[in-house]
């Protein structure tokens, strides 16, 4: 049963909630198994709410969130509730991740509890990490922030629960290879830079370079002949329209809002990549 309240409970950098009306013209009516492989916050994967799905993301943490939303939403919701919205304790939570021991010793529960309140009480929302995997945005001052935002997390953990959502941490390669003919998989991965300065995407440590743009490409052209329709997002880059040029390729723009320079903020030029 589609569930309207399911929709993305973290807010995450290239985030699809905008470029879904664009999406949505573009979807198959009818497909088998959705793949959604670099799932992120899944804008898309909630407004489709797939019976049958597949998701990934190699963001441990991020993935970790799905399967306690999933599997223990009330004691998450119940260790929401102890976080406050004040400085000086977010910058002690902040600071768990500093010490990779103790931090190994929080439960998945209290894993996912810090991460929902980081990305509700940090500067501009966003997820963030350094070279060392630790969180590193700064504390957002906002006056009332809904950390506990109960109706949405427990339409998100009905939407997995009744239906047949496999949630994964792995290679987007490696999770591909269960897709066959009439599947649906839609790509959003790391966006390659538009300029040399713009590289932001820095929410895993692992980063996602021009050699892993070509990796993605291959996988989608084997894909591609294996009858599998495939949608990906992406900067409107040189790079990344001659690396799809066989292709369809539909023009979008869309308002960005993070950005830790406000006038730097605003429209983009990015590309939707169909094949079939």
């Not at 309207?4 to 979807?27: D, H, N, T, V, Y």
């Not at 804008?43 to 969130?65: G, R, V, Y």
């Not at 009480?121 to 963030?128: A, E, I, P, V």
Request: aromatic share 12%.
């Amino acid at each position: 049963m589609y569930n309207k309240i399911a929709r993305p409970f973290l807010k995450w950098a290239g985030g699809k909630r905008q470029l879904l009306p664009e999406l949505e013209k573009l979807i198959p009516p009818y497909y088998n198994t959705y793949f959604e492989p670099f799932v992120g916050a899944g804008a898309l994967l909630f407004h489709l709410q797939p019976l049958k799905a597949f998701i990934s993301d190699t963001n441990d943490e991020l993935i970790n969130c799905y399967h306690v939303i999933k599997d223990n939403l009330n004691e998450l919701l119940a260790d929401l509730e102890r976080h406050k919205n004040k400085e000086e304790y977010y910058y002690k939570i902040r600071a768990l991740d500093r010490d990779k021991e103790e931090f190994s010793k929080l439960s998945p529960i209290k894993r996912a509890s810090r991460i929902i309140y980081l990305n509700k009480t940090c500067y501009n929302g966003l997820f963030r990490v350094n070279s060392q995997g630790q969180f590193n945005v700064p504390f957002g001052r906002y006056k009332n922030p809904k950390i506990v935002d109960e109706i949405v997390l427990k339409a998100v953990s009905e939407y997995l629960n009744n239906n047949n959502v496999i949630i994964l941490n792995d290679d987007f390669e490696k999770v591909l290879q269960r897709a066959k003919k009439g599947d649906l998989v839609y790509f959003d991965p790391p966006y390659d830079p538009i300029s040399e300065t713009a590289n932001f995407t820095s929410y895993a440590m692992n980063g996602f370079g021009r050699e892993e743009q070509q990796r993605l490409k291959r996988v989608y052209a084997q894909l591609t002949s294996k009858g599998v329709n495939c949608l990906l997002s992406n900067s409107a880059t040189d790079f990344i329209l001659d690396l799809y040029k066989e292709y369809e390729i539909i023009s979008v723009s869309v308002s960005r809002s993070i950005n830790s320079i406000p006038y730097k903020r605003g429209k983009a030029a990015e590309v939707i990549v169909k094949n079939w």
